[in-house]
């Protein structure tokens, strides 16, 4: 950051440079916030005249790759559970497969084994398998600990990204935080696309990772409006095709599978200098409980009224319990880390265009 901070080239690329040039010195709370900037679209590196084999051997994508893993643990709530970044592909992949197995035991254990291996159809099929307030109270509780969990990190990170005492962040910072995270403002490469392994900018890893976002938004907006139908107007899924739940579910699934694959085929062309490879497996379990979360759903819609639906059922909750679990502990937390990074820097920005800062 001090050569960087020296030479400025690249101060057009994405928010990195104009946050740093804001700095003199980069104590950790700053290195973490602009690591948690970063979108890793490598034109940096691309760009430098100080790149290896240049003996400063300056590598910003990498070396930002390394400091944000590292800010992963700082700020993971409890603390005790920080090992689960190391070695987080095998964590992952092991709770998500205990996970699966844990509702295969269940339903088992729960249902009438012809229920588990006959078709069931009509409304309420899926509770005949698991009540659904056995259901209900699993979720919601995994779902509320992910998001204490997640809280927690954030308020130590802003705080360790802030002045002491300063003011939590006002509405025009959050609302240009939303607009940059929205379109994914800086995974451009300064506008010309995300590097590849023919050091040629491509635009690939942006169009994916729309679809992984926004799939992964509609699936929970689906999950939000069947939780409605049922308490709120007494009705049981699984619900037709044309139903508003089964339709928003539907296209977020084919989000998560499309931008899953995507995702995953755009990493293997990536050039192995910008990567942190320590952290590769944290990366490819995360996209791949998004797409195991696509794939087993789709599964289940299109095999629903079949006996297949049992086993489908279990192996979808497994997935979708396993991720909401390891959800503070893996890849997830990237995109709220980079979030509040973002507000930070629109207020950066506003305070330094009024004098203020
Ligand atoms: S990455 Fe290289 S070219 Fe860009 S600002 Fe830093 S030292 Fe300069
Ligand atoms: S977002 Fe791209 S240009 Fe900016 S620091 Fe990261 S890799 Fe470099």
New binding site residues.
Partial sequence: MT??NS?????GLCAV?PAMEMRRAFPDGDLNYLANLCHACGA??Y?????PPHE?D?N?PRVLAQVRAQSYRAYVWPPAFAGMFERNGLIIAVVAGLCVAAFLVGFVALADPEVLLTTQTGPGAFYRVMPHWIMAALFSAAFVYALVAMAMSLRLFWRHITQPGEPPADLRALWQAIADTGRLRYLGGGGSGCMNEDERPADRRKPYHHLTFYGFLLCFAATVVATLYHFLLGREAPYPWYDIPVVLGTLGGIGLVIGGAGLLAAKERRDPALRDQQRRGMDMAFIVMLLMTGITGLALLVLRATPAMGLLLALHLGMIFGFFITMPYGKFVHGLYRFVALVRYARERRQLATGGG
């Fill in positions: 050569v960087c030479c400025r080239y690249c101060e440079f940096c590196f760009d430098c005249q100080f790149s400063f300056v910003v």
